[in-house]
């Protein structure tokens, strides 16, 4: 399995952007987003495959600029094949929704933007 900290890493290569880890700190950029492990699927009782979720939360002082960098993430994402997150090899990872979900805005009148997906691995199947 591949730790957040992984994770993070992964999706900030994958797009640029300001990411933390779980939630925003109360001292973080205004256009930022946040990465966090959100449960997923049962493991299988009969084989060593694994279907766990996550969630990006994208903000941002315009509207426009959270769903752009929310598009992005969720084309980068949605059908992916065949890559790592960390040490961990990918089968595949697809978006829980069909576009990026608005989540209205924060307290400080920043937009804010939900893409979900759910990875798909054989647990103990690290990169060739």
Do not use: C
């Not at 090899?89 to 307290?107: E, H, K, M, N, S």
């Amino acid at each position: 399995m591949f730790t957040i900290a992984e994770l993070k890493s992964n999706v900030e290569a994958t797009v640029p952007y300001t990411y933390y880890i779980n939630e925003f700190p109360a001292t973080g950029a205004d256009n930022s987003a946040y990465v966090r492990i959100t449960g997923g699927f049962a493991p299988s009782q009969w084989t060593p495959q694994l279907r766990p979720s996550f969630q990006v939360v994208v903000r941002a002082k315009t509207t426009a600029q959270a769903e752009t960098v929310a598009l992005a993430i969720w084309n980068a994402y949605h059908q992916r094949r065949a890559f790592n997150i960390g040490s961990q090899r990918i089968v595949a990872t697809f978006a829980d929704q069909p576009i990026p979900l608005y989540l209205g805005v924060d307290d400080n009148k920043r937009a804010l933007y939900s893409v979900n997906f759910t990875a798909r691995f054989l647990n103990g199947v690290s990169r060739p």
